[in-house]
């Protein structure tokens, strides 16, 4: 069995080094569109913005921020902005990002399973967002601190890959792909083993990088919600979704909202993310 502590110390090696992966990938076609979200002409997905709601003045935790642009779209939207991300090169990141944009924001560089404890505020909204609870061991620990890190009757709103999407082998056979065949590869339900891969960046797949392997868990709906309910959350709704916020196959084209779908001739529409909303009691 892999070490977490190994294996997350792995994770953060990686991060670290895409943090300036991610900033040169303005202008690439799946790279981050900084300056559009320096300048405001971007905002959340259509996903987010539908379901989020108004956060004008709401405090707002956003757990595992990378260099902080989503961040910067919530700062945009009136919220009182906090980020927390264990790369310490993306939170400098994200407060010469903000310096840049004129905005005001917190940075804290610290484990989000230390959240609690590093962070002595309690919020109104923890944001939670595309490509993170992958990253973590223990959901149930995470929901703990979701749960902590609210004040009573805050909220979590997560927007995230969906883990029966995550199952798809997306080497497989481009040919096989295009006939409607993608292999299962990865596992739906958690196991307490890491899931070991070794790929290229998916904001910049020509970067050349020493880190290219990462440590990966998944988490079935059942323990995402079952960890919320003994964290002492009210689940308010679930929404399941065909796009996701990345290429996650190769086959998959770019709908008119920036999001991946699979092709329109694809034989059935399957779950590529998951969003909902929580509660805490009051």
Same mark, same amino acid.
């Given at each position: 069995?892999?070490?977490?502590?190994?294996?997350?110390?792995?994770?953060?090696?990686?991060?670290?080094?895409?943090?300036?992966?991610?900033?040169?990938?303005?202008?690439?076609?799946?790279?981050?569109?900084?300056?559009?979200?320096?300048?405001?002409?971007?905002?959340?997905?259509?996903?987010?913005?539908?379901?989020?709601?108004?956060?004008?003045?709401?405090?707002?935790?956003?757990?595992?921020?990378?260099?902080?642009? *989503?961040?910067?779209?919530?700062?945009?939207?009136?919220?009182?902005?906090?980020?927390?991300?264990?790369?310490?090169?993306?939170?400098?990141?994200?407060?010469?990002?903000?310096?840049?944009?004129?905005?005001?924001?917190?940075?804290?560089?610290?484990?989000?399973?230390?959240?609690?404890?590093?962070?002595?505020?309690?919020?109104?909204?923890?944001?939670?967002?595309?490509?993170?609870?992958?990253?973590l061991p *223990?959901?149930?620990?995470?929901?703990?601190?979701?749960?902590?890190?609210?004040?009573?009757?805050?909220?979590?709103?997560?927007?995230?890959?969906?883990?029966?999407?995550?199952? $798809? *082998?997306?080497?497989?056979?481009?040919?096989?792909?295009?006939?409607?065949?993608v292999a299962?590869? $990865?596992?739906? $339900?958690?196991?307490?083993?890491?899931?070991?891969?070794?790929?290229? *960046?998916?904001?910049?797949?020509?970067?050349?990088?020493?880190?290219?392997?990462?440590?990966?868990?998944?988490?079935?709906?059942?323990?995402?919600?079952?960890?919320?309910?003994?964290?002492?959350?009210?689940?308010?709704w679930l929404?399941?979704?065909?796009?996701?916020?990345?290429?996650?196959?190769?086959?998959?084209?770019?709908?008119?909202?920036?999001? $991946?779908?699979?092709?329109?001739?694809?034989?059935?529409?399957?779950?590529? /993310?998951?969003?909902?909303?929580?509660?805490? /009691?009051?």
């Amino acid at each position: 069995m892999t070490d977490h502590l190994d294996a997350i110390a792995a994770n953060k090696a990686r991060w670290e080094e895409v943090v300036d992966v991610h900033l040169r990938s303005d202008g690439l076609e799946d790279g981050y569109d900084i300056a559009g979200a320096k300048a405001g002409t971007n905002r959340l997905t259509v996903i987010e913005e539908a379901e989020l709601g108004p956060v004008d003045g709401l405090d707002v935790l956003h757990l595992q921020c990378h260099f902080g642009l *989503d961040t910067l779209r919530l700062r945009r939207l009136g919220a009182r902005v906090t980020g927390l991300d264990f790369s310490a090169k993306a939170i400098a990141a994200a407060r010469v990002l903000f310096e840049d944009a004129g905005e005001t924001g917190r940075f804290v560089e610290g484990d989000v399973y230390a959240a609690a404890d590093l962070i002595q505020d309690r919020f109104d909204l923890v944001f939670v967002n595309w490509g993170a609870i992958n990253w973590l061991p *223990d959901i149930f620990a995470w929901a703990r601190v979701v749960a902590a890190c609210l004040r009573p009757g805050g909220r979590l709103y997560l927007c995230e890959s969906h883990p029966a999407g995550l199952m $798809f *082998d997306h080497e497989s056979d481009l040919g096989e792909m295009v006939r409607g065949r993608v292999a299962l590869r $990865f596992p739906y $339900f958690h196991r307490p083993e890491p899931t070991v891969l070794e790929e290229a *960046d998916y904001a910049d797949p020509d970067a050349q990088m020493a880190n290219t392997v990462s440590h990966e868990w998944s988490h079935p709906i059942s323990d995402i919600l079952n960890a919320l309910i003994q964290a002492g959350m009210n689940l308010e709704w679930l929404h399941e979704h065909d796009r996701i916020a990345w290429k996650l196959l190769p086959i998959m084209e770019k709908d008119e909202h920036r999001l $991946f779908r699979l092709p329109p001739d694809f034989p059935i529409r399957v779950p590529l /993310s998951l969003s909902l909303s929580a509660r805490k /009691s009051s």
